[in-house]
């Protein structure tokens, strides 16, 4: 990690030990040994190892999802599965270093020859980008590439399913950028500076100490600017990865097979086993669940985890068992209240919910205690830097909710007899159905009477309730959201799901619409903030002022049952992607 920034590695050696700590991480593994690798394995292993270890090359990955990705373009997208898969096909100026355990949070160059380097005061940051790396039509990558890349992804009005940090960091053009659609210069935005083909250079308006867990989004993967299409880029992405897209039948499938311009002494970090992929699309939860133990799938790519029904097979069966891995990653399962549903613009209705939520039932919906996850009371889970054990709104003694509170707030709200509200969950996952019911009937016994309007995953994140506009016109008052950190600290946790400025019309993770002034003040202190441990306080700091504005219900800090085929080489748990196996790495027998 580069000397410029001890703060950043100070804070994923903490996190990472308390990952693995929360996996069953051994103390030999919690010390730093993550290169171990075996051909057979327990249940867990892949926590900590890598699992059936190979250099072998050929054969076809065969990976099936739910629904669609959110977008196949890198600039667009907000899923970890997605962000995860697409460095197959799209190269960032920096990723997460491939190993399992401890190293896995930890930053390495991608696109850069090195990590960036800081000067004025973490103002600016220059990285210098890796020579002869071609796009698989034989183009060869500049430095200017990546600046469009950031470019569209942040500033365009069509491009609004990913985040938009580099917006927020970077210093705008006097009068205003309206993007790369729009702005009809040939210097684009100024405060990202090209000198020269091989060299970018960032200028922020505030120190960042965190800025190369920016640069590490696929927001960075290089885009050429004479082939975007705007909203149309996903039907044909150009790779700058050793695979290329031939085929994407949105809903249907995804084909990839070989860049043949993409040179290994260009790419330290990927081995690019197979020799293509064949993602199949719109399948549903069950049958990926049957196919991946008949031997008819190598990969779930949802990351999600096996189904109550094949879990029960599986932890009856000491074969199948010891192919699992029940990972965590630092991930919270939280219900949004969306204050401008009425009645929940009234605060008392807002705790009402959080009182009357059956907790016990999300966490059985998710599989139970193990492979569920652990009921949750705040917003940080405690693997996640900044977390303080606090419980706002105690769900009575057995976590069924507490029924007399829920009704002392709604008399308070003045709904004593209770109110009808809409909920949403993504369609497709059938761990969410089984949770809405669960809640639903909870929340029945206070009369807050719910009805359901869910979305498919990919409409969900994007459109759907990631959408301002659509939750107020269909009323949705109570939102599930499962999130995980975009990087390892609080602030990369927090700062989209609950930073006012975050807010967009679509592709929205701020999905109850938390606008506390106070909140945002925070996350600007604890941003510029030199010292990792005043960090780590402002972060408690704004999960307690999110939990007193009773705009998120914690559920379950979740874990998923992850299964591995025999077939499958080279598998580990990534913390870096929300616990999901690392796509990059994995080849197949």
């Known amino acids: 990690m580069n ?17 693995l700590a929360a996996c069953g991480g051994s103390d030999d593994d919690k010390k730093g040994t993550d290169t171990n690798a075996t051909s057979s394995s327990a249940q867990d292993d892949a926590i900590t190892k890598i699992i059936n270890p190979s250099d072998a090359k050929g054969g076809t990955m065969r990976m099936a999802l739910t629904a669609d990705f959110d977008s196949v ?9 997605q962000w995860d898969f697409s460095r197959l096909y799209a190269r ?5 270093k491939p190993v399992p355990g401890v190293g896995n949070l930890e930053l390495v160059p991608d696109l850069a020859e090195s990590l960036g380097a800081a000067s004025d005061g973490g103002k600016t940051w220059t990285y210098k980008i890796r020579s002869g790396i071609k796009y698989d039509d034989g183009t060869v990558i500049t430095s200017k590439d990546i600046k469009y ?27 205003g950028y309206k993007g790369p659609y729009l702005d009809k210069s040939d210097t684009g935005l100024k405060s990202i500076a090209t000198p020269d083909d091989q060299t970018i250079v960032f200028h922020l308006t505030k120190p960042f100490a965190e800025f190369d867990y920016l640069a590490s989004m696929p927001q960075t993967a290089p885009v050429p600017k004479a082939k975007d299409k705007g909203l149309d880029y996903k039907k044909a992405v150009v790779s700058s990865g050793p695979y290329k897209i031939d085929s994407y039948n949105i809903g249907k499938s995804l084909i990839m097979s070989r860049n043949p311009n993409w040179a290994a002494a260009t790419d330290p970090i990927r081995k690019a086993l197979p020799d293509g992929y064949n993602v199949q699309l719109g399948q549903t939860a069950d049958d990926i669940d049957n196919r991946l133990q008949a031997g008819q799938l190598d990969i779930d790519l949802d990351g999600v985890g096996v189904q109550v029904a094949a879990q029960s097979k599986i932890l009856g069966s000491p074969e199948l068992k010891k192919l699992t891995d029940v990972t965590t990653g630092g991930t919270l399962s939280y ?22 939520t059956d907790k016990v039932a999300a966490q059985t919906a998710f599989g139970g205690p193990v492979t569920g996850g652990k009921v949750a009371s705040t917003v940080l889970p405690p693997t996640v830097s900044g977390y303080v054990k606090a419980d706002t709104y105690p769900s009575g003694a057995d976590n069924h909710g507490d ?20 909920m949403s969950a993504r369609s497709d996952r059938p761990k969410e159905m089984q949770m809405e019911q669960g809640l639903q009937q909870g929340f029945a016994k206070v009369g807050i009477n719910v009805t359901f309007k869910n979305a498919p995953f990919s409409d969900y994140i994007s459109t759907a309730t990631a959408s301002p506009s659509y939750v107020r016109k269909n009323k949705i008052g109570i939102i599930f959201a499962k999130w995980s950190s975009d990087w390892p600290s609080g602030f990369g946790f927090l700062s989209q799901i609950v930073d006012s400025r975050a807010i967009k019309p679509s592709g929205n993770a701020n999905y109850q619409e938390t606008k506390l002034p106070a909140v945002d003040q925070l996350l600007d202190a604890a941003s510029a903030n030199p010292d990792k441990t005043a960090r780590e306080k402002l972060y408690g700091q704004i999960d307690t002022a999110v939990m007193n504005d009773a705009s998120i219900v914690p559920l379950v800090y979740s874990s998923q049952m992850l299964y591995r085929p025999k077939n499958v080489t080279n598998v580990y748990v990534s913390a870096a992607y929300g616990g999901m196996y690392d796509y990059m790495t994995m080849g197949v027998k």
């Open 3 to 19: 000397k410029t920034k001890p703060i950043a590695v100070m804070g994923v050696g903490i996190l990472l030990t308390s990952v």
């Open 73 to 81: 373009d890198p600039g667009d997208t907000y899923a970890a599965l």
């Open 92 to 96: 960032a100026l920096v990723t997460f």
């Open 149 to 175: 890349a950031v470019e569209r992804s942040n500033y365009s009005k069509e491009l609004q399913n990913g985040p938009k940090y580099f917006k927020q960091y970077l210093a705008d053009n006097p009068g």
């Open 335 to 356: 219900l949004g209240l969306n204050a401008n549903i009425t009645p929940l613009d009234n605060i008392h209705c807002r705790k009402a919910v959080e009182y009357a």
């Open 403 to 422: 029924i007399e509170k829920a009704k002392q707030e709604l008399a308070a709200c003045g709904k004593p007899n209770g109110f009808d509200m809409v």
